[in-house]
T-cell receptor
Framework: EAGVAQSPRYKIIEKRQSVAFWCNPISGHATLYWYQQILGQGPKLLIQFQNNGVVDDSQLPKDRFSAERLKGVDSTLKIQPAKLEDSAVYLC?????????????FGNGTRLTVT | AQKVTQAQTEISVVEKEDVTLDCVYETRDTTYYLFWYKQPPSGELVFLIRRNSFDEQNEISGRYSWNFQKSTSSFNFTITASQVVDSAVYFCALRRTGGGNKLTFGTGTQLKVEL
């Protein structure tokens, strides 16, 4: 079974620039998550999709972050404009629908550095 | 509110030593799930175990064992005869039943196993 794919692996941008991350979940996983992991901290959920609908985006800074999951498969997370405090690893995860109580499977993440 | 505390920021052991990683959680829910994930240097979070709040039986999987004590709100993880490949950051996480599969992570414990 292929895992969760993310790209790019690393990205360095200047503050106020924009950036986008891409995620392809495990085939058959209807639920997709984006987590932000700041150095030395545990991952924090930014947004959760069930198919192409948003289930939870309560911790997404909507003034600068946006995410979409067209067709209920791949997803893109965008930051515009970036701030220094956005430097973190952005992890994508997927699972079967939460009603199935399945564990989350994570990708390798995208390490973002904002200078 | 839910909270997961991993008081040990970093642990260093010599190979073949046993090591226990502590996890204490807070929740008002009567039904919940607890998880352990491993994050090696590659960055991917690897699922290790899931335990529901009704099952307090300890579990052993090879060199790994987990001790769940509801009375003390703890879910500790022990590695027996540690190996260099066990070096990673380990995260404990909590999920509410019906909470949309949202995980609340602790801050992680960095385990270093040296020869």
């Amino acid at each position: 079974e292929a895992g969760v794919a993310q790209s790019p692996r690393y990205k360095i941008i200047e503050k106020r620039q924009s950036v986008a991350f891409w995620c392809n979940p495990i085939s058959g996983h209807a639920t997709l998550y984006w987590y932000q992991q700041i150095l030395g901290q545990g991952p924090k959920l930014l947004i959760q999709f069930q198919n192409n609908g948003v289930v939870d985006d309560s911790q997404l800074p909507k003034d600068r972050f946006s995410a979409e999951r067209l067709k209920g498969v791949d997803s893109t997370l965008k930051i515009q404009p970036a701030k220094l405090e956005d430097s973190a690893v952005y992890l994508c995860a997927s699972s079967y629908p939460w009603g199935y109580n399945s564990p989350l499977h994570f990708g390798n993440g995208t390490r973002l550095t904002v200078t | 509110a839910q909270k997961v505390t991993q008081a040990q920021t970093e642990i260093s052991v010599v190979e073949k030593e046993d090591v226990t990683l502590d996890c204490v959680y807070e929740t008002r829910d009567t039904t919940y799930y607890l998880f352990w994930y491993k994050q090696p240097p590659s960055g991917e979070l690897v699922f290790l175990i899931r335990r529901n709040s009704f099952d307090e039986q300890n579990e052993i999987s090879g060199r790994y064992s987990w001790n769940f004590q509801k009375s003390t709100s703890s879910f500790n993880f022990t590695i027996t005869a540690s190996q260099v490949v066990d070096s990673a950051v380990y995260f404990c996480a909590l999920r509410r039943t019906g909470g949309g599969n949202k995980l609340t992570f602790g801050t992680g414990t960095q385990l270093k196993v040296e020869l």
